[in-house]
């Protein structure tokens, strides 16, 4: 079992910055990537970035040049820098684990609240 907990979402003004972490506890051995997915009111969860056991990163074209995902494998944990926020990117965060290239994602952390307004 792997056990996920995020941390850093808040209240942030249009352009302004936050930092997601992610802690990994359990059977990280067993993880060969790692992900960030939001939801937002009313829309379906949708993909955000992935980095995988390798430090490969992959992000959706609507977060692109603003989103940076990083881990730190010392502290086990797994970064989101957001910069550029835009209101469109309010939404709860969620990070997730996946055991095998090309499945689906198989731990979910309990999600961290990001909201962009003035």
Known sequence: ???LAESGGGLVQPGGSL???CVVSGSIFTIYAMGWYRQAPGKQREW???ITRGHNTNYADSV???FT??????KNTVYLQMNSLK???TAVYYCAAQRSAGKAYDYW?????????S
């Not at 952390?109 to 307004?117: E, F, N, Y």
């Open 64 to 66: 692109k040049g603003r």
């Open 19 to 21: 930092r997601l972490s």
């Open 1 to 3: 079992q792997v056990q």
């Open 109 to 117: 952390g309990q999600g961290t609240q990001v909201t962009v307004s």
């Open 69 to 74: 995902i990083s881990r730190d494998n010392a």
């Open 48 to 50: 955000v970035a992935t």
């Open 87 to 89: 209101p469109e990117d």
